[in-house]
């Protein structure tokens, strides 16, 4: 599970002159709240030179490291880690599209992000979860403390099988990008305190200033997204089987902007149930809709408003409003639209065609292909 090629000296020299010459490429450029992160441009190059969990060459030492740094892999496979990586210093850019081969996996436990670290990016991961129960998320931004985390972009990555959340913003998280990742099957079956978890993306309420663009949601149970708090944009996303009314979800006073997004029924899925759930409209939680196609709204041109529905608690049991009251609509955008938004057609399209690492595996095809095909089930599918 574990092979290693290294790519030597005069590679990694060549690695690291791309990493200051090349730009994205065309039609990728970061868009949305964390385009302006620097990473670690202008800092060393760091070579990871071995799949070990630690020591000498390893992952964990480079982002560990103070400094503006940029981060190159030397090797190809499967990086084991014995417990989570947490990261303290930023001014950081993981670039996992300079492995040879096959790409970076990274494996078993996440990456967390503490405290004041600004200014990080992370391309072309994958992160695959087995274990860690209410910690295991892929990606953990944690602006906890005092801390602030800001400036930050996720550009094609692939964050599966966490037994909390894929993906958790908590804390005080500003000015965030992610776009064209695949953000999928939340462990359902795992070792989680309040038991079946299957979980997408969780921010907090101190989250604000997001951008959620180019993703595919598939096959997690609930949270494709939950967002709370502050403002957020959510645009041109691919969301698919989620479970009976658990999709995408507005809550604490989030102010969002759900927009062209593609939301597919899948075999899980109730295609009468709403996609979009807010609630606490006494904090102000607002939702602006337009041009979503759903199963309620299959062409994207009819009244959004069907695809809203509010859970109001009372007492000791729940009462539906469907369509959601007009307390929680907004007439006008929070956000501006990024440059290259696309119809949610469109953005259905490239999506599956582009979206995720570079070198993708058997797990982002088989889920990508299971999107194509309306098939598969929520959780891992590949235990």
Request: include cysteine; proline fraction near 5%.
């Amino acid at each position: 599970m574990s092979r290693q090629t290294p790519i030597g000296a005069k590679a990694l020299l060549m690695v690291a002159l791309s990493l200051f010459l090349s730009p994205p490429a065309v039609g990728d450029e970061p868009e949305g709240f964390g385009a302006c992160s620097r990473g670690g441009a202008g800092g060393r190059v760091i070579g990871v030179t071995t799949l070990a969990d630690s020591g000498p060459g390893s992952l964990r030492v480079a982002l560990e490291a103070p400094g503006p740094r940029r981060i190159a892999f030397e090797v190809e496979g499967v990086i084991e880690l014995e417990s989570r990586i947490v990261v303290r210093h930023g001014r950081v850019t993981i670039d996992g599209s300079t492995a040879p081969g096959e790409g970076i996996t990274i494996a078993r436990h996440g990456i967390q992000f503490v405290g004041d670290c600004d200014d990080i990016i992370v391309r072309h991961l994958r992160i695959r979860v087995f274990e860690g129960g209410s910690s295991g998320d892929c990606l953990l931004f944690w602006g906890v403390d005092g801390g602030v985390i800001e400036r930050v972009l996720i550009d094609h990555c692939s964050l599966m099988w966490a037994t909390d959340e894929n993906l958790n913003t908590w804390g005080s998280v500003r000015d965030l990008t992610c776009q064209w990742t695949i953000i999928a099957e939340g462990q359902a079956e795992a070792d989680h305190a309040k038991g079946s978890h299957s979980m997408g993306w969780l921010s907090g309420r101190g989250s604000d200033r997001l951008t959620i663009h180019h993703c595919l949601f598939a096959h997690n149970g609930d949270r494709s997204p939950l967002v709370n708090g502050g403002v957020y944009s959510f645009t041109n996303n691919v969301v698919y089987n989620w479970t009976n009314h658990n999709a995408t979800k507005v809550a604490d006073g989030a102010r969002v902007d759900i927009v062209n997004n593609y939301y597919a029924a899948g075999p899980q899925s109730s295609t009468l149930a709403a996609c979009v759930l807010p609630d606490h409209p006494d904090a102000g939680t607002r939702v602006h809709l337009s041009g979503n196609i759903t199963p309620l709204t299959p062409t994207g041109s009819e009244d959004q408003w069907a695809n809203v529905t509010w859970y109001e608690r009372v007492d000791d049991g729940w009462m539906t409003h469907r369509p959601a009251p007009d307390v929680f609509r907004a007439s006008e955008p929070f956000t501006v639209m990024p440059d290259r938004a696309q119809s949610a057609e469109d953005a259905y399209t490239d999506v599956l065609a582009r979206a995720g690492a570079a070198a993708r595996d058997a797990d982002d095809l088989r889920v990508i292909q299971e999107t194509r095909d309306r098939s598969g089930r929520v959780g891992r599918g590949n235990p």
